[in-house]
């Protein structure tokens, strides 16, 4: 039964990795942009949470819900001002701009929150747990899991099934038919980012109540998310989910021969991936 536990836990580890993961699979699905301050705009919203959290008293849900169009304005902010205008068969600017954008985003949290860990508070939900059978598993990482499957459900159901997410799908496969079909993919672009930073605000609620952070976690968070990504194929957002579990499996596993090994299996686990299929176990654009 412990080595099924161990199992389990992975999982629902790997469903706050899908999260982290899920807005950069986005973004590279439909813009083709790498985003290397990803985890710190991670690491920047869980700050702002916690902020609501502290100064108004709010439940970390209610501080996410709030947070959240901010977030999107943020996000959209970003990519319609500044990010796209480091679009296109370069991919070199895009990488530059983002990491300065991460350095930034770390030095200004810095100033303002000091190097000092922080926790978002979630009460008595951060103790409870469920039996399921042999094995118990806590309430929050369920939770984490659960909402990393609704965001992967809707993301899919925005994509293929509304206007939104056609206009998504034909800028993605030529900007400049769909401009001249009447989409500004500059603001579709902008639009993809903000939902990408909604989906970014409920990773950062998880990772806020799931354990600590400060200014410099966004980097580490960056690479599980590529690391899911990859793994599952880029542009497939049910493969981030599957790239998420097994980094999240491998880490529980290693953690369970050796505690130092924890973060070395899932590296080792991606490049095992890596080795076999080198574009990953599900690769497809968002098409």
Not at 118 to 135: D, K, Q, T
Not at 212 to 230: C, H, K, M, Q
């Amino acid at each position: 039964m412990n080595w099924l536990d161990t199992i389990l836990q992975g999982v629902l580890l790997g469903g706050l990795y899908a999260l982290f993961a899920a807005g950069l699979s986005l973004v590279f699905g439909i813009m083709r942009l790498v985003n290397l301050a990803h985890g710190d705009l991670i690491v920047l919203a869980a700050f702002l949470i916690l902020v609501l959290v502290t100064t108004l008293g709010l439940d970390p849900f209610v501080a996410a819900l709030i947070a959240m169009p901010l977030m999107f304005a943020i996000g959209w902010g970003l990519q319609y001002f500044l990010l796209n205008r480091t679009l296109g068969k370069d991919i070199l600017p895009p990488l530059l701009v983002t990491f300065g954008l991460s350095i930034v985003i770390q030095n200004g949290l810095l100033e303002g929150f000091s190097a000092d860990s922080r926790r978002v508070f979630a009460g008595s939900l951060e103790s409870a747990s469920v039996n399921l059978g042999p094995v118990t598993a806590g309430i929050l990482p369920l939770m984490t899991f659960f909402s990393a499957v609704a965001v992967i459900v809707c993301l899919n159901q925005l994509i293929y099934r509304t206007s939104v997410g056609r206009a998504f799908r034909a800028t993605s496969d030529d900007p400049v038919t769909a401009g001249l079909m009447g989409i500004r993919p500059q603001r579709i672009f902008a639009m993809a980012t903000g939902l990408a930073m909604v989906v970014v605000t409920i990773a950062a609620l998880y990772l806020g109540t799931r354990a600590n952070f400060d200014p410099t976690s966004g980097p580490a968070r960056l690479i599980y998310a590529f690391e899911a990504v990859i793994i599952g194929g880029l542009g497939s957002l049910w493969g981030t989910l599957a790239g998420g579990i097994i980094l999240g499996v491998a880490q529980t596993l290693g953690a369970a021969i050796n505690p130092e090994w924890q973060i070395l299996a899932g590296h080792l686990a991606f490049l095992a991936v890596l080795l076999f299929k080198p574009r990953g176990l599900f690769p497809r654009a968002v098409d």
